[in-house]
């Protein structure tokens, strides 16, 4: 059965503050991984993609990837308000575009 | 990011009753389509994935006769709840493919009395 982790939460972080968003996945052959941020009662909106290991920076955001540790992490500098919301970690299963997705951790950024 | 619609954004129907709701990729063409469901603070379902101009994959518990989905075209797909009952009252999302990125339609929610 693939899978994929996430400490549901919620995850508190003052304003202003670094807010560490973390993920695990289970299959080996999964070669992409995207963050998604949802807001209660909205779709899903794509915040990031990353297909190698490392740091991919976008703004704010931050996108790390350790194959060998089968782990992925997002993370949020100067963290907003406006950025309370449910993040959803996912993986990439196979070439047919299907996603496998975590539960989503809750993060709430305090004023 | 890829603009996808979704129509209607919400519906509210009898028991018994269909409800068609259409997907469209408005400035990118989208071979595959996923659909998804989400219950009240629970994760993202996949229901099925559907390619243009062939027979939808079905998701294990996910009853084909119930949930139907077209996939005429690149830009258009739509699903439609036959007969639906209370329990499928629902936030229902589609997912059109570009490259290998999914992106997310506004979503529909269904509500069923």
């Known amino acids: 059965q693939k899978e994929v982790e996430q400490n549901s939460g919620p995850l508190s972080v003052p304003e202003g503050a670094i807010a560490s968003l973390n993920c695990t996945y289970s299959d080996r052959g999964s070669q992409s991984f995207f963050w998604y941020r949802q807001y209660s009662g909205k779709s899903p909106e794509l915040i990031m993609f990353i297909y190698s290991n490392g740091d991919k920076e976008d703004g704010r955001f931050t996108a790390q990837l350790n194959k060998a540790s089968q782990y992925v992490s997002l993370l949020i500098r100067d963290s907003q308000p406006s950025d309370s919301a449910t993040y959803l970690c996912?993986?990439?299963?196979?070439?047919?575009?299907?996603?496998?997705f975590g539960q989503g951790t809750t993060l709430q950024v305090k004023p | 990011g890829a603009v996808v619609s979704q129509h209607p954004s919400w519906v509210i129907c009898k028991s018994g009753t269909s409800v068609k709701i259409e997907c469209r990729s408005l400035d990118f063409q989208a071979t595959t389509m996923f659909w998804y469901r989400q219950f009240p603070k629970q994760s993202l379902m996949l229901m099925a994935t559907?390619?243009?101009?062939?027979?939808?994959?079905?998701e294990q518990g996910v009853e084909k006769d119930k949930f139907l989905i077209n996939h005429a075209s690149l830009t258009l797909s739509t699903l439609t709840v036959t007969s639906a009952h209370p329990e499928d009252s629902s936030f229902y999302i589609c997912s059109p493919l570009d490259a290998y990125t999914q992106y997310f339609g506004p979503g529909t929610r269904l509500t069923v009395l």
């Open positions: 559907s390619n243009e101009g062939s027979k939808a994959t079905y």
């Open positions: 996912a993986a990439g299963s196979g070439n047919t575009g299907k996603l496998i």
